[in-house]
DNA sequence: CTACGTGATGACAGTCGATGACGTCAGGTG
DNA sequence: CACCTGACGTCATCGACTGTCATCACGTAG
């Protein structure tokens, strides 16, 4: 046996996410997150750069998901093809983590500082989708724009996936506001243009 | 004449605006801002919540200017005119503001902290827009679609308004913008459906 | 078997953002 | 004149985060 007990940032995640969701965010201190994982405050910052840091731990593995999956697309796809692609290489890695998500997601919504970033993650998403489509040929401005289109819908959708009752696949709804949001534009409209 | 010397905010946001510029964000304390100012610490977060917000203070003006506009567009406008309408009110307020608002970017592009506080700005933004189309007989989920991707054009035209030698006005960058979004969906692939 | 390097952690001091409690004073009010 | 109020200063404190050095189980070279 080691000299210390092993998966450090992983306790250390469960202790905050505990602690954040029994008593608030801004309640938990970050030597009280330390306490109950066994270690001390210095060590904390040593896995998680910041306070909010230890939520997002799981973000850059689901983006390189999701570029990878739109960076290995048939040649064929429209860009909005490429978007579904991602969504459902995401979906996938979702698929059983519905009540871990629901969890998490209600700490965040309680914290206006967990929003931003959030927000944050969503934007370098959005980013790295940009730069994937470019590196296809898709030209600008059309590459940021259905990147940009591309988190909205997943935000929409991801938000549909944990509401309460919801028992649908993520897949599944990410097409169907995929599809409400081309509706927008209603055929009439497109052709007074 | 007063006890104080008058318009302390404006002056803790001028001191902000330079001090962020010069020596970046995190390098400045708000000590510091609050010394230029002629005013003490614990006076600047009498007028702003904390270090970041000095830089959004106008964010709420320009949020219920844009909603107004959404709420008084005449009764015959589609959810996509609304936000034309919207445009067009924000980017008047704008208009004699370029250089301003680009000494501005630069400083919160440089620092991931006032980029986290810009996106909860523009979240703020998309909430209220989907509350004024939804008061106005919008349905979901195209209330809040049409809000986000209403938010996502204002952000995309907004860079292309600020960007290095550009010239035309916002109105008409917003309007592009737009356009450019709905063209992701080309006739053909809508049609393949 | 011993010495040494390595990596993860503890211990401790310090900076700075943020907040609460309280004092101060110019100007208005009755 | 006595009193109140609003805007600011002063002081004290908490907690997030950082820099630095010490510690020690483990692996490895000799």
Redesign the interface.
Known sequence: MGRWKPNAPGRLATAALELYSERGFEQTTVAEIAKRAGLTERTFFRHYADKREVLFAGAPAMRELFVQAVSDAPRSA???DLLVAGFDAVSEMFADRREAARQRQSVITAN?HL???E??KL?KLSAALAEALRRRGVAE??A???A??GV?VF??GFARWIAPGEEREMAQLLRE?LG????????A??ER?
């Open positions: 429209a860009p909005v206006a929003q931003e970033r927000l944050i934007a401005p059309t940021t724009l259905t940009e289109a909205v935000k929409v506001t409400e949001l081309k509706a927008l534009w209603p055929r409209a497109s243009m």
